[in-house]
């Protein structure tokens, strides 16, 4: 199929734009997620990134935004390759001090969450943030896969779906 000049210029003008763009394949955002519920997964990587924290009023100050990545361990739809996903991010302000109370609390919120997430991957109590990421990075990265069960909830808000990831346990070793 030939394409006409005029319309190559205007996609060498798009390739910026489209050379970013996340694949959508109808899966929403996150892409695709196991049903409502537990579920055996290997934690298959930690991303850890600066973001753009967004503050209720639409100021934008710094944040970082950790992920877990999943792999089921059994997928009865995908038995020879079972499927990944990107568990919900955790998106923390650098500055806390910027957040009024409603913005303190979901920082803490998250902050439970991730703490849940570290504490399950390195089965110890966990006090530093930094030094159990890197631990974390380091068992996932490691020898010896990290097995656990995720559970994955839908919150449903003001006609809108939220999903949450939280680690149960791991998995005996």
């Given at each position: 199929?030939?394409?006409?000049?005029?319309?190559?210029?205007?996609?060498?003008?798009?390739?910026?734009?489209?050379?970013?763009?996340?694949?959508?394949?109808?899966?929403?955002?996150?892409?695709?997620?196991?049903?409502?519920?537990?579920?055996?997964?290997?934690?298959?990587?930690?991303?850890?990134?600066?973001?753009?924290?967004?503050?209720?009023?639409?100021?934008?100050?710094?944040?970082?935004?950790?992920?877990?990545?999943?792999?089921?361990?059994?997928?009865?739809?995908?038995?020879?390759?079972?499927?990944?996903?990107?568990?919900s991010a955790?998106?923390?302000?650098?500055?806390?001090?910027?957040?009024?109370?409603?913005?303190?609390?979901?920082?803490?919120?998250?902050?439970?969450?991730?703490?849940?997430?570290?504490?399950?991957?390195?089965?110890?109590?966990?006090?530093?943030?930094?030094?159990?990421?890197?631990?974390?990075?380091?068992?996932?990265?490691?020898?010896?896969?990290?097995?656990?069960?995720?559970?994955?909830?839908?919150?449903?808000?003001?006609?809108?779906t939220y999903?949450?990831?939280?680690?149960?346990?791991?998995?005996?070793?």
């Amino acid at each position: 199929m030939p394409i006409e000049n005029n319309v190559k210029a205007m996609f060498n003008s798009l390739n910026t734009t489209f050379a970013n763009a996340q694949p959508d394949n109808g899966m929403g955002a996150g892409g695709w997620w196991p049903a409502e519920g537990q579920h055996e997964v290997f934690v298959s990587s930690l991303t850890v990134r600066t973001s753009e924290y967004k503050l209720p009023d639409g100021q934008k100050v710094p944040g970082t935004d950790i992920v877990f990545r999943y792999q089921l361990i059994n997928d009865p739809d995908q038995p020879n390759e079972p499927r990944s996903f990107d568990g919900s991010a955790f998106r923390l302000p650098q500055d806390t001090s910027v957040l009024d109370d409603k913005g303190r609390m979901r920082v803490e919120i998250e902050m439970r969450r991730l703490k849940g997430h570290l504490q399950t991957i390195l089965r110890r109590d966990v006090k530093d943030i930094a030094a159990a990421l890197a631990d974390a990075d380091n068992r996932i990265t490691g020898q010896e896969a990290v097995a656990v069960v995720v559970k994955c909830q839908y919150d449903n808000v003001n006609g809108k779906t939220y999903r949450k990831d939280f680690l149960v346990r791991p998995l005996a070793s």
